[in-house]
Every structure is written in structure tokens, then in C-alpha cells.
């Protein structure tokens, strides 16, 4: 669905992202962890063509991304960013219609699918009808979600959604989350910092540091079949992981 070829990304002198060679299928979910500037959410800007590569290219569905190109594949694409993104003026679904309503999709259409991405992503109706403000923290990414995948998206971008959360909500929605993709059968690129969230939630993990990848597999192959020092040093550093 998404493969980088030789990508890089510099700002200045400062080298966010080596050359990488890195390709996601569809219909998975793959997760990029690793340390703080490491370089996983420039990988997921420059999917999203919020950044443009320094070297190399990357394709969607076979279509290189570029400004040409970038705004058509936007629309193939739902991006949910740390703490959701959503307008403070504007109700739970206002937010959520705001880009369909634009593009002129047909309003039964739309409120269809808002119908059965609510009950999906377990968000009470009445909450459509608040200001973000109103909206409790799962409920506001529970929105950003919904707002994501209102136009059917081929592939789901998550930065960190659930980072901002307590560890009570953040595990509901982890199993939310889960449901929601086997349930779209959806392809999924998702950053977080957390081993234990990549591990429930990803078919594949890429594991970075220092703007390079360093392994990339099953929780099981990274855990077992470490591919240097790092990678054990990582995984061992969250002593609270549990994985059933």
C-alpha cells in the first residue's frame, strides 16, 4: 500500500531521517516505535505530505507521492494526530461532517456512516452533539477516529493517539482500536512510544534510532530474535510489558 524508497528527511543540518527503505502492506497494522527523535512521526508526516522527502520517494498505491499528486491521495488517507485535533468551535459532529460536507458527499450518506462509526467506536449519541471541551479525553479521540474514517479511507495514520490518556482509558480504547480495524479490515501506520501497545496492536513493528531502522518484525521476532543490543535494551526497558 505505502512503500519508501531511499527516503530521507534533513532540516538544515539537523538529519531527522537517514535514507530508509521501509514498505507497508495493506490490510495490516504496522507500528513505528523507538526513542524521542527517532523518526517515526516524520515518517508518518511525510506519507501525509505535510513534509516532502530530501532524498528518495515514496508511493501510495503505486502513485508517487508528490504536490502534485499529495491532495487526490490525501483523500485516501484518515490522519488522527497526539490529543485528536479537533476544532474547539465546532460540536463532536460538525468536526466530524466538516471535510464530507465540503467535498459535497450526500448528507444520508454521511449520516449513515456516522451512525455506524459511533456504534463502532462505542461513542455515545448525545456526544455528537458537545464541544470538544465538553467531551472527556477517550471521548475526544474516539471523535478524531470516527472524523478519520468517515470518507472510508484506504489506509489509517495514527501519531500517537492515545499518548495523552490515563492507563485505564488508553487500554479500552486499545482494544477499541483493535476491533475497529479486524472489523474494516483497514490499513493502519501507527507511532507510539509503548512496546506493550505495539505488541496488541501490530501485525508488524518497526522498531527506529537516530532516524534509521534498526529491526523490523513481529513482537516475537524483536523479543526473541533480537537484531543487536538495542532492541533487547528497548524492549527490556519497559519492565511493566506484559504480552498474553
Avoid: W
Wanted: with cysteine.
Amino acid at each position: 500500500m505505502i512503500e519508501l524508497q531511499g527516503v530521507s528527511k534533513q532540516f538544515g543540518a539537523l538529519v531527522a531521517l537517514n535514507p530508509i527503505d521501509l514498505v507497508f502492506e495493506a490490510r495490516k497494522t504496522s507500528v513505528l516505535i523507538g526513542p524521542s527523535g527517532c523518526g517515526k512521526s516524520t515518517i508518518l508526516r511525510l506519507i501525509v505530505g505535510l513534509l516532502e522527502p530530501s532524498t528518495g520517494r515514496l508511493r501510495f498505491d503505486g502513485t508517487i507521492i508528490s504536490p502534485e499528486t499529495i491532495l487526490q491521495l490525501r483523500r485516501r488517507m484518515g490522519y488522527v494526530i497526539q490529543e485528536g485535533g479537533l476544532f474547539p468551535h465546532l460540536t463532536a459532529r460538525q468536526n466530524i461532517l466538516l471535510l464530507p460536507t465540503h467535498l459535497g458527499r450526500p448528507r444520508e450518506e454521511m449520516q449513515a456512516r456516522l451512525v455506524e462509526l459511533s456504534e463502532l467506536a462505542r461513542l455515545p449519541r448525545d456526544s455528537l452533539s458537545r464541544y470538544p471541551v465538553e467531551l472527556s479525553g477517550g471521548q475526544r479521540q474516539r471523535v478524531s477516529l470516527i472524523r478519520a474514517l468517515m470518507l472510508k479511507p484506504d489506509v489509517l495514520l495514527l501519531d500517537e493517539p492515545l499518548a495523552a490518556l490515563d492507563p485505564m482509558v488508553r487500554a479500552s480504547l486499545q482494544t477499541e482500536l483493535k476491533a475497529v480495524f479486524q472489523h474494516l479490515n483497514q490499513t493502519v501506520v501507527l507511532v507510539t512510544h509503548s512496546m506493550a501497545e505495539a505488541a496488541y496492536l501490530g501485525d508488524r513493528i518497526v522498531l527506529l534510532r537516530e532516524g534509521g531502522i534498526v529491526q523490523a518484525g513481529t513482537f516475537g521476532d524483536l523479543r526473541d530474535r533480537p537484531a543487536d543490543g538495542f532492541v533487547s535494551e528497548f524492549i527490556n526497558a519497559q519492565r511493566r510489558l506484559v504480552v498474553s
